[in-house]
């Protein structure tokens, strides 16, 4: 059924670009929100399938468990343990709903950045790119300056972890950081973007201890001071904008599964407000 939304969909995006009279665009653009709709409804009744289906694997994993530990098997219980707490952190994660940092808090982080930080261009680049390119630790880390179109303001994210790798448009000002940043830092033995005074590429542990040592001076709460919270907030940004599809929001992330861009859009404040606009607008037909 998904997929057959998705299809009609892009016909329909077809049909738009050869319209010709402003009465048939309207009705191709009505029918391509009905759709967007239809499949994001698809898309959270698959949400909840696979809630029941973590939920029974869960079940399936602490049984087997206690099958291992049974057998003294101390590397199996090990080994099961973790994927039992992975996958409880999933279940949690999905019960609780997404965290994020407003834009304003972000801000204040930078703040703090540039007050108190001795490499203040790096760390607030790292934030900056963090933010508008929805990476991860690992990929702003992996970084490289071949990555970067300095003269169209482009970068090229090689997404890790199932996702799409993409190229997206960052902020002018961005680059001209990023600019600044390459200028003072010239380094012929590597072409990674950041590094560390220790070593030859910054790592994720001085990413994280970066990113939390300047959240808690800013205020922010020590449980909202994870990296992947930076690419949380660019998701709910995008989505309470009110300017991008569902399916624009799922390629600037680089998700391989809408379902992942759905925990974003599904109930956001802009697009139950636009919901609400068309409702108060629909004509009595009685």
């Given at each position: ?5 998705k ?5 329909n ?27 994001e409804n ?9 809630n029941?289906?973590?939920?029974e694997k ?15 098997d ?6 099961i343990?973790?994927e039992?707490?992975?996958l ?26 540039r ?6 261009t790096?760390?607030e ?27 169209d ?5 090689r ?16 680059i ?13 033995y590597?072409?990674?973007?950041f ?5 030859n ?12 040592k ?6 922010i709460?020590k ?23 569902t ?6 992330l ?18 139950n ?6 409702l ?7």
């Amino acid at each position: 059924m998904i997929n057959i939304i998705k299809s009609s969909i892009e016909n329909n995006k077809e049909l738009l670009k050869n319209a010709k009279t402003k009465k048939e665009k309207n009705y191709i653009c009505q029918k391509l929100i009905e759709l967007e709709k239809e499949l994001e409804n698809e898309m959270l009744k698959q949400d909840k399938e696979t809630n029941k289906i973590l939920l029974e694997k869960l079940g399936q994993l602490k049984t087997e468990r206690n099958y291992i530990e049974l057998q003294n098997d101390y590397m199996g219980v090990k080994k099961i343990s973790r994927e039992i707490r992975k996958l409880q952190a999933e279940i949690n994660e999905r019960k609780a709903g997404i965290k994020f940092l407003s834009f304003q808090q972000i801000k204040s982080i930078i703040r703090s950045i540039r007050k108190f930080s001795k490499n203040p261009t790096r760390d607030e680049l790292i934030i900056q790119l963090g933010f508008y390119l929805g990476l991860r630790v690992s990929e702003i880390r992996d970084l490289k300056i071949s990555d970067i179109d300095f003269l169209d303001y482009k970068v090229q994210c090689r997404r890790k972890k199932n996702s799409l790798t993409n190229i997206i448009d960052v902020p002018v000002d961005t680059i001209k950081l990023l600019t600044k940043y390459k200028n003072e830092n010239e380094r012929s033995y590597t072409d990674y973007v950041f590094s560390s005074s220790k070593s030859n590429t910054i790592t994720p542990q001085g990413i994280n201890g970066m990113f939390k040592k300047y959240g808690l001076m800013a205020g922010i709460p020590k449980e909202y001071l994870h990296f992947h919270i930076l690419k949380h907030s660019r998701g709910v940004y995008l989505a309470e904008s009110g300017i991008y599809t569902t399916q624009e929001i799922q390629r600037i992330l680089g998700h391989k599964e809408i379902k992942s861009t759905l925990v974003y859009t599904a109930f956001s404040k802009a697009q139950n407000e636009a919901i609400s606009n068309k409702l108060k607008n629909d004509k009595n037909i009685f």
